[in-house]
Structure formats: C-alpha cells, structure tokens
C-alpha cells in the first residue's frame, strides 16, 4: 500500500509566494493512515523518537476521531509537536517495523495533523506556578522546551529573548515557507499557558549580566544560547562584497517580512547568480529563497548527496523549485572583481578514489579540474560556533548549558530532546 504523500503546493505556484510548502494530510488520508498502523504492543517507532512519544497511542486515538486526546497524548513527550511535525527528520519512522515489508507509517504527518486540528479543540486555562524561580537565556527548541517541563513541575520559568520575537533559531533561522510563523506562535503560545514568562528585547552580552539574575532571586540559569558567530572556512575572498553568510541571510529574509522581500529586491541586495556552499538545512533553505526571489541557485558541497544534512524531502522539493544541487564540488575560493565584489566561486571536482588503495572507499580531488561557476553573491552555510558567553559561563554553581545547542546543523527533535534531558538536571540540583 506504501506511505501516503502529503499534499504540496505545487512548484510553479510556491515559487510566487512564501507561503508553507507542505499541506500536510488531509482528513481522510489520516483515518487511513491511522488504520494501518499494526499497534505494536512493543513499539520499535517509541524506541525511535528521541522524545519516547507513544506514538502507537496517539495513532490509536486519531484513528478513534479523539485529536485532541492524540495531542494530549503527544505532549506527554513533546511540548513542540506542531514543529516536528514539519521539521522533525523522523528518526521513528526508520524504525517502524513496517519499514522492512511495505513502507512505514507516516508518523510526523500524523503528528502534524493532531497537532494543528487538536489545538483548535483544546481549551487550557493559564497556570500559575509557585516553585523557584529559574532563568532561561534564549527562547529556541531546547528553551522552551526546557521551560515547558521545568513549569510542568511548578517552577516560576523566565525566560530571556535577545530578539524582539521568541523563537530564536525557529523563528529567524527557518523560512516561513517551512514553518509559518502562526504555527511557531501557536506552540508558543501553548507553552505560556503552563505559567512560562518571556520578556523579548532582553540581551544579555556580558557574564556579569547573566550571573547578576541569581541576585535578582532567580535560583538556577540555563543558557540556550544557539549559535555564535559562523563558522570561517579556510577559503580566500570571504570578504569581498556580495559574500553573506547563512544565518544573516536568513535572519533577513525572515525579519524583512518575505512578502515584501519579493516586492522590494533591494530588502536582500543579491545578484542573479547564487551559489551557496554547504550541505545543510539553513543551505538548502538559502538556496530556496533565491529561488523565490528568480533568481538561479547553485548549491555546492564536496560529498555525495546522501551525506547532505537536510532531509530527503527538502532536497526533493528544493530540486523541483529549480535548485542546482552540485555534489562532489569543492569550493577553493572564492574570486572578485576589480570592484571587490565577488564574481563566482572557484571549485574542484571530487572522486571515489580506488577503493583498494586502502580497504575503503575515500573521496580524493580529481588533478587539474578546477572550474569556476559565476555568482555574484555567494552565502557561506557552513554552521555556527558555539557561543562564547557558554564557554565563559560553562561550570559556574547554578548555572547550565546543554549538551546540544539548536544550531543550523542541528535537527529540531534532538534540541528538544537536549531541553527534556537538562531540564531534568536543573529539576534535580534544585530539589537537594
Ligand atoms: S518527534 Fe520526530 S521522531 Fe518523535 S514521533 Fe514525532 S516525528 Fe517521530
């Protein structure tokens, strides 16, 4: 029978707009997806999910037409199921045991729907906590995930935004054409009915700063704070004009408000010819915008498809969007005019080189085929550095940081799960 698709905004239409590319599934499909589900008493798609959600209970309840018991039963595990279920890379699903003799169940899809059609039908009435009081500096997937299950257990959780909006990296790293923006609110906005505090505009520099909130009676700090500065390659004319890197791109694309971005090219002041280097999700979605914006995209990387860091599905859609997706392509350089601005981007071609060199198979560059693809604005994506403040910070008394950060690189489900693991540690130290 195979995995339903879900529905897509057809290419030719999604590349006028920045408007959310998948649909999701429509009613009927969830009942019979639902169905198909064999209910594992001892469920390897449970064992799956870094979150541990019970995914055979909630399907069960879905399939019983109860959505907002199904969310219910999602939130158990995960305070952010409207986010994965459209950015989660559904590890669950390679473990569904249907994987072996048909396809596996389309459990992120249905997660999806629970969670957008359930909302509609839950009522929560705002809580008020009592406990200690704790800090949350940043406000992306492992913050607030953080600060939903530290306020499930009746802490009084604040947490600190640098932006104007919450959201970090979901909300000004992700365009809205893979998470709207009234989706991200949605959750967020569940997530203060459990008594969470945000105050927005609130930018801590300075260790001073943080460490000056346990006088102020807060009595542990977490720092989520994402990302730091990006990370450098070792290339030659990084800085030559037209050179952005990902999350500045990003940042604008989203801050600027896409719609008036198709209105008003000069909100992003790119050229025609764009090449992005690097092979994860903030690359691909760069690329997508350009796409948006006609203009030509290339995205290069020196591996195999394969070991690209953004999901299967995202690479599909960004194809047939008109992306060129150049593996095996190695960046050198990147080369300017006499105007300092850069003119394309100096690359190598890669190959398998002879497996029985060494036993294995390794990717080597091919002599003297060096080539140079025109671009008159190249965006770096190669990641984050971690922040600086976290090291200065890094094993002070009261203060915690997890283990992983949501950086571009990172994928949503193991942030949140990072948020669920140092909440439990924060919850410990302050019950001794
Ligand atoms: S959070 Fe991700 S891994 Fe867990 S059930 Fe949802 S889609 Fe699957």
């Given at each position: 029978?195979?995995?339903?698709?879900?529905?897509?905004?057809?290419?030719?239409?999604?590349l006028?707009?920045?408007?959310?590319?998948?649909?999701?599934?429509?009613?009927?499909?969830?009942?019979?997806?639902?169905?198909?589900?064999?209910?594992?008493?001892d469920?390897?798609c449970?064992?799956?999910?870094?979150l541990?959600?019970?995914?055979?209970?909630?399907?069960?309840?879905?399939?019983?037409?109860?959505?907002?018991?199904?969310?219910?039963?999602?939130?158990?595990?995960?305070?952010?199921?409207?986010?994965?279920?459209?950015?989660?890379?559904?590890p669950?699903?390679?473990?569904?045991?249907?994987?072996?003799?048909?396809?596996?169940?389309?459990?992120?899809?249905?997660?999806?729907?629970?969670?957008?059609?359930?909302?509609?039908?839950?009522?929560?009435?705002?809580?008020v906590?009592?406990?200690?009081?704790?800090?949350?500096?940043?406000?992306g997937?492992?913050?607030?995930?953080?600060?939903?299950?530290?306020?499930?257990?009746?802490?009084?959780?604040?947490?600190?935004?640098?932006?104007?909006?919450?959201?970090?990296?979901?909300?000004?790293?992700?365009?809205e054409?893979?998470?709207?923006?009234?989706?991200?609110?949605?959750?967020?906005?569940?997530?203060?009915?459990?008594?969470?505090?945000?105050?927005?505009?609130?930018?801590?520099?300075?260790?001073?700063?943080?460490?000056r909130?346990?006088?102020?009676?807060?009595?542990?700090?977490?720092?989520?704070?994402?990302?730091?500065?990006?990370?450098?390659?070792?290339?030659?004319?990084?800085?030559?004009?037209?050179?952005?890197?990902?999350?500045?791109?990003?940042?604008?694309?989203?801050h600027?408000?896409?719609?008036?971005?198709?209105?008003?090219?000069?909100?992003?002041?790119?050229g025609n010819?764009?090449?992005?280097?690097?092979?994860?999700?903030?690359?691909?979605?760069?690329?997508?915008?350009?796409?948006?914006?006609?203009?030509?995209?290339?995205?290069?990387?020196?591996?195999?498809?394969?070991?690209?860091?953004?999901?299967?599905?995202?690479?599909?859609?960004?194809?047939?969007?008109?992306?060129?997706?150049?593996?095996?392509?190695?960046?050198?350089?990147?080369?300017?005019?006499?105007?300092?601005?850069?003119?394309?981007?100096?690359?190598?071609h890669?190959?398998f080189?002879?497996?029985?060199?060494?036993?294995?198979?390794?990717?080597?560059?091919?002599?003297?085929?060096?080539f140079?693809?025109?671009?008159?604005t190249?965006?770096?994506?190669?990641?984050?550095?971690?922040?600086?403040?976290?090291?200065?910070?890094v094993?002070?008394?009261?203060?915690?940081?997890?283990?992983?950060?949501?950086?571009?690189?990172?994928?949503?489900?193991?942030?949140?799960?990072?948020?669920k693991?140092i909440?439990?540690?924060?919850?410990?130290?302050?019950?001794?």
């Amino acid at each position: 029978m195979g995995q339903p698709s879900v529905v897509i905004q057809p290419p030719e239409k999604r590349l006028g707009n920045f408007r959310e590319v998948s649909l999701g599934y429509p009613k009927k499909i969830v009942g019979d997806e639902a169905q198909r589900c064999p209910q594992c008493a001892d469920a390897l798609c449970t064992f799956g999910c870094p979150l541990g959600v019970d995914i055979p209970s909630f399907i069960r309840l879905l399939r019983e037409g109860k959505t907002a018991e199904a969310l219910k039963k999602i939130r158990e595990q995960n305070p952010l199921p409207a986010i994965c279920g459209r950015l989660c890379p559904a590890p669950c699903e390679k473990a569904c045991i249907l994987t072996k003799e048909d396809a596996p169940i389309g459990v992120r899809a249905l997660e999806r729907y629970a969670a957008d059609a359930g909302r509609e039908r839950l009522t929560a009435r705002p809580h008020v906590c009592k406990g200690k009081k704790i800090a949350i500096i940043g406000s992306g997937p492992t913050g607030l995930t953080a600060a939903a299950e530290l306020a499930k257990q009746d802490f009084q959780v604040t947490i600190f935004e640098a932006m104007e909006e919450p959201g970090g990296l979901l909300r000004y790293g992700i365009p809205e054409f893979r998470l709207p923006a009234d989706v991200l609110n949605g959750e967020i906005h569940s997530l203060q009915n459990l008594g969470i505090e945000i105050k927005t505009n609130a930018l801590f520099s300075k260790r001073e700063n943080v460490k000056r909130l346990f006088q102020e009676g807060f009595a542990a700090i977490l720092l989520t704070l994402g990302g730091g500065r990006p990370v450098f390659p070792d290339m030659p004319g990084l800085n030559l004009g037209g050179v952005y890197f990902a999350q500045e791109f990003l940042m604008r694309a989203r801050h600027f408000k896409a719609e008036r971005i198709m209105r008003d090219p000069y909100a992003t002041n790119i050229g025609n010819r764009i090449v992005v280097i690097g092979s994860n999700h903030a690359a691909l979605d760069c690329a997508r915008i350009a796409a948006r914006l006609g203009r030509e995209a290339t995205v290069v990387f020196p591996h195999i498809e394969d070991e690209m860091k953004a999901v299967q599905l995202e690479l599909r859609e960004a194809k047939a969007e008109g992306v060129k997706i150049d593996p095996l392509t190695k960046p050198l350089a990147i080369v300017g005019n006499d105007k300092s601005l850069a003119r394309g981007v100096k690359c190598q071609h890669m190959d398998f080189a002879d497996p029985h060199s060494n036993g294995q198979w390794q990717l080597i560059p091919v002599v003297e085929s060096e080539f140079t693809i025109e671009a008159d604005t190249v965006i770096v994506a190669l990641g984050q550095q971690r922040n600086e403040m976290i090291e200065e910070l890094v094993g002070s008394e009261g203060v915690f940081v997890p283990e992983q950060s949501a950086s571009t690189e990172g994928n949503v489900v193991n942030a949140i799960a990072a948020g669920k693991k140092i909440a439990f540690q924060i919850s410990e130290y302050l019950k001794k």
